[in-house]
């Protein structure tokens, strides 16, 4: 029962990441078909970056109400019926209105799983999910070129996904009974109170450590969105190899994953962290460096490892650092941390290329890292 357990939490993880490169990959096809102006992806993305928090913040109340198994079961089949609005949807106000489930979807069990996972898993099987979370993310956008390549259109790109996450929902429906079997179920985390969002800034290190992930994931998000500008405005690379350039970034995510899962079997979280940090500095220091392309391939590829064992690290540390009782709530409120990170970091780096130099792209990724490891340096724990 554990095993197959597992095996449904890889599944979880993949579907998680499956709808989140889908947007970027259709608007070129949607904003034309409905009319709109290319800016109106913002809204669409903003609506359910939104909806994301709330539900992230709500993830400890309701995963205590329901426990695990069935706050997954309903966030994916939420998402399910989201990506089956989209489509459906031939005007831009049905977007935004799906877009509200489609994102309190993803909230509460991308918090709910990471903490069940941090509480029942070794670092290893986090570090491997999150790896699994890359795979999905990097398929989702091939299924949307599928079916534009074979002219079916971004709705059926959003049916396939969904159609995806549909079966994936029977799935967890069958595994219900498993979940109940493991400790830290509905049962148990219904015998304390949920904590409120002052209780828990309250805990001590909840601060540095929400810092840590809005740093995190806004240089993740910097680091993705402008990696191709710099190479090309700055470094005078063609566009074309640029793009392939930036996309090392992910490699280096991904593949850097599912290396830090064998290498968290020697190392604890604290030292996995403290790797990754050191990579990300010496892969901006390169980038710093004049040169020729392949010595700033090299910086991204760099940078792209780096951040590979710090999240899935972090996570898999807060049992241990905050205590079980509170790991679900500080989850939580992680995860909303991560998304503010993500929404508002790239914009404000974006003001900074517009009225400035977009040369200053690895200069601002090292101020955000030196915030992350000043947050992180009393973590203690891992």
Same mark, same amino acid.
């Given at each position: 029962m554990f095993h197959l357990l597992l095996a449904v939490v890889y599944l979880a993880f993949i579907s998680l990441g499956l709808p989140d490169g889908l947007l970027g990959a259709a608007w070129p096809s949607i904003y034309p078909a409905l009319g709109v102006p290319v800016s109106y992806a913002g809204a669409v993305s903003m609506t359910i970056a939104a909806g994301t928090i709330i539900s992230s913040l709500l993830s400890d109340r309701l995963t205590r109400l329901l426990g695990t198994g069935k706050v997954t079961l309903v966030s994916v089949a939420m998402t399910a019926a989201a990506l089956f609005g989209f489509s459906f949807s031939h005007?831009?106000?049905l977007l935004i209105l799906w877009a509200v489930p489609y994102g309190l979807g993803a909230g509460s069990?991308?918090?709910? !799983?990471?903490?069940?996972?941090? %509480?029942?898993y070794a670092s290893s099987h986090m570090s491997w999910l999150h790896c699994m979370w890359g795979i999905g993310a990097a398929a989702g956008p091939y299924i949307m070129g599928y079916a534009l390549a074979g002219s079916q259109g971004w709705n059926a790109g959003y049916r396939y996904v969904?159609?995806?996450? !549909?079966?994936?929902?029977?799935? %967890?429906l069958a595994s219900l009974p498993f979940w109940k079997k493991r400790p830290g179920t509905a049962e148990e985390a219904a015998s304390s109170k949920p904590l409120t969002l002052p209780e828990i800034l309250r805990i001590p290190g909840a601060k540095p450590v929400l810092i840590c992930f809005l740093c995190y994931c806004g240089l993740e998000a910097t680091a993705s969105l402008w990696a191709s500008s710099y190479l090309t405005l700055h470094r005078g690379i063609a566009p074309e190899t640029a793009a392939s350039m930036a996309s090392l970034f992910f490699l280096g995510i991904t593949a850097g994953r599912a290396a830090s899962g064998f290498a968290a079997m020697k190392l604890r979280d604290a030292q996995m962290i403290r790797l990754g940090l050191m990579l990300i500095g010496a892969g901006l220091v390169i980038l710093l460096i004049p040169g020729p392309a392949v010595l700033a391939a090299a910086g991204i590829l760099l940078v792209g490892l780096g951040c590979a064992p710090i999240y899935p690290c972090i996570i898999h540390s807060t049992p241990a650092r905050f205590g079980a009782d509170k790991s679900q709530a500080m989850i939580g409120v992680q995860m909303a941390a991560a998304y503010v990170g993500s929404c508002l970091v790239p914009p404000l780096f974006g003001l900074i290329a517009g009225n400035v130099s977009v040369g200053l792209w690895p200069v601002y990724l090292l101020a955000l890292l030196v915030l992350m490891s000043v947050s992180t340096a009393d973590r203690g724990h891992g």
């Amino acid at each position: 029962m554990f095993h197959l357990l597992l095996a449904v939490v890889y599944l979880a993880f993949i579907s998680l990441g499956l709808p989140d490169g889908l947007l970027g990959a259709a608007w070129p096809s949607i904003y034309p078909a409905l009319g709109v102006p290319v800016s109106y992806a913002g809204a669409v993305s903003m609506t359910i970056a939104a909806g994301t928090i709330i539900s992230s913040l709500l993830s400890d109340r309701l995963t205590r109400l329901l426990g695990t198994g069935k706050v997954t079961l309903v966030s994916v089949a939420m998402t399910a019926a989201a990506l089956f609005g989209f489509s459906f949807s031939h005007s831009f106000l049905l977007l935004i209105l799906w877009a509200v489930p489609y994102g309190l979807g993803a909230g509460s069990v991308d918090a709910a !799983l990471n903490n069940y996972v941090a %509480l029942h898993y070794a670092s290893s099987h986090m570090s491997w999910l999150h790896c699994m979370w890359g795979i999905g993310a990097a398929a989702g956008p091939y299924i949307m070129g599928y079916a534009l390549a074979g002219s079916q259109g971004w709705n059926a790109g959003y049916r396939y996904v969904g159609l995806i996450q !549909l079966i994936l929902t029977a799935i %967890l429906l069958a595994s219900l009974p498993f979940w109940k079997k493991r400790p830290g179920t509905a049962e148990e985390a219904a015998s304390s109170k949920p904590l409120t969002l002052p209780e828990i800034l309250r805990i001590p290190g909840a601060k540095p450590v929400l810092i840590c992930f809005l740093c995190y994931c806004g240089l993740e998000a910097t680091a993705s969105l402008w990696a191709s500008s710099y190479l090309t405005l700055h470094r005078g690379i063609a566009p074309e190899t640029a793009a392939s350039m930036a996309s090392l970034f992910f490699l280096g995510i991904t593949a850097g994953r599912a290396a830090s899962g064998f290498a968290a079997m020697k190392l604890r979280d604290a030292q996995m962290i403290r790797l990754g940090l050191m990579l990300i500095g010496a892969g901006l220091v390169i980038l710093l460096i004049p040169g020729p392309a392949v010595l700033a391939a090299a910086g991204i590829l760099l940078v792209g490892l780096g951040c590979a064992p710090i999240y899935p690290c972090i996570i898999h540390s807060t049992p241990a650092r905050f205590g079980a009782d509170k790991s679900q709530a500080m989850i939580g409120v992680q995860m909303a941390a991560a998304y503010v990170g993500s929404c508002l970091v790239p914009p404000l780096f974006g003001l900074i290329a517009g009225n400035v130099s977009v040369g200053l792209w690895p200069v601002y990724l090292l101020a955000l890292l030196v915030l992350m490891s000043v947050s992180t340096a009393d973590r203690g724990h891992g």
